[in-house]
């Protein structure tokens, strides 16, 4: 499951398995912030802490 994530603010998105999506919400905190987004993948161990 990706995620994007911004270094600069700490924010971060996920999407369900949309990468479409994602790249969508990435554009659109680099328009409203000028922060570059990375895309990442949500490993199994991140998952685990959520829930
Ligand atoms: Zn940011």
Do not use: F, K
């Not at 554009?27 to 685990?48: K, M, P």
């Amino acid at each position: 499951m990706p995620i994007a994530y911004c270094e600069e603010c700490d924010w971060s998105r996920r999407v369900e398995d949309d990468d479409g999506e994602l790249n969508e919400v990435m554009i659109r905190h680099y328009v409203e912030t000028g922060h570059s987004v990375e895309q990442r993948e949500l490993r199994a161990s991140d998952r685990e802490l959520e829930s």
